[in-house]
T-cell receptor
Framework: ETGVTQTPRHLVMGMTNKKSLKCEQH?????MYWYKQSAKKPLELMFV???????ENNSVPSRFSPECPNSSHLFLHLHTLQPEDSALYLC??????????????FGPGTRLTVT | GQSLEQPSEVTAVEGAIVQINCTYQ??????LSWYQQHDGGAPTFLSY????GLEETGRFSSFLSRSDSYGYLLLQELQMKDSASYFC???????????FGKGTMLLVSP
C-alpha cells in the first residue's frame, strides 16, 4: 500500500463514546499532522509530530488526544466529544519539519459524526 | 496571527483560463503553497513559491509577490476534471507549518 491511509473512513459516535482514528504513511516521512476540516472553514491544524515528538498543539481541547508511536503511525483518540466536533479529520505527512514541509501528503480523511 | 483571503467561488468554461487570487497577512512567512481538493477527496499538493515570480507546472502556474503579500494560481486550458476546491496556504516561519485559506471552489462548465 502506498501514500497515506486512514481508518475508519466514516465514524458515527455518541457523545459518551471513546474511539480512535488511525493514520499510516508509507512514504518514509518523519513529520505527521492532524487537521480538522469543517464546512466553510479553513483546514485547522490540530497537532504536529516531528520524528515522533509532538511539536505543536493548536489549543485543541483535551477530548482529543494524539499518539505517535513511530514515524509511520499516528492516532487520534476521541472521548466525550461534542456535536460541533463533527467534521472531516485529515492526516498528513511530510519529509520532516525542516525539509519540504510545504509539500504535505494527505490521507482521504475520516468523516466523523457526533450524535 | 495569520489570515488568508481567497474568493469563495469561481466559475469558468472548458478551455478557458482562470486565476485564483490569495492575499495573506502573517507574522512570519517562508512561502506560499497551493493545494487541490476534489469533492470527497484528499487535498493534493500543486505548487510552492518561496521567491517572487511565476512557477510553471504544466497547465498550472503559481505566482508570488512578497512585497504585496499576494499570490495567485493560474489554471490554463481548463478541463472538467479541474472542478475542485483550491487552497492557498502560508508556510509559517518558526514552526514550518501550513496555515490554510478557506478555499476557492472552481466550477468548470462545458
Amino acid at each position: 500500500e502506498t501514500g497515506v491511509t486512514q481508518t475508519p473512513r466514516h465514524l458515527v459516535m455518541g457523545m459518551t463514546n471513546k474511539k480512535s482514528l488511525k493514520c499510516e504513511q508509507h512514504l518514509g516521512h518523519n513529520a505527521m499532522y492532524w487537521y480538522k476540516q469543517s464546512a466553510k472553514k479553513p483546514l485547522e491544524l490540530m497537532f504536529v509530530y516531528n520524528f515522533k515528538e509532538q511539536t505543536e498543539n493548536n489549543s485543541v481541547p483535551s477530548r482529543f488526544s494524539p499518539e505517535c508511536p513511530n514515524s509511520s503511525h499516528l492516532f487520534l483518540h476521541l472521548h466525550t466529544l461534542q456535536p460541533e466536533d463533527s467534521a472531516l479529520y485529515l492526516c498528513a505527512s511530510s519529509h520532516d519539519l525542516w525539509t519540504n514541509s510545504y509539500e504535505q501528503y494527505f490521507g482521504p480523511g475520516t468523516r466523523l459524526t457526533v450524535t | 496571527g495569520q489570515s488568508l483571503e481567497q474568493p469563495s467561488e469561481v466559475t469558468a468554461v472548458e478551455g478557458a483560463i482562470v486565476q485564483i487570487n490569495c492575499t495573506y497577512q502573517t507574522s512570519g512567512f517562508y512561502g506560499l503553497s497551493w493545494y487541490q481538493q476534489h469533492d470527497g477527496g484528499a487535498p493534493t499538493f500543486l505548487s510552492y513559491n518561496a521567491l517572487d515570480g511565476l512557477e510553471e507546472t504544466g497547465r498550472f502556474s503559481s505566482f508570488l509577490s512578497r512585497s504585496d503579500s499576494y499570490g495567485y494560481l493560474l489554471l490554463q486550458e481548463l478541463q472538467m476534471k479541474d472542478s475542485a476546491s483550491y487552497f492557498c496556504a502560508v508556510l509559517n516561519s518558526g514552526y514550518s507549518t501550513l496555515t490554510f485559506g478557506k478555499g476557492t471552489m472552481l466550477l468548470v462548465s462545458p
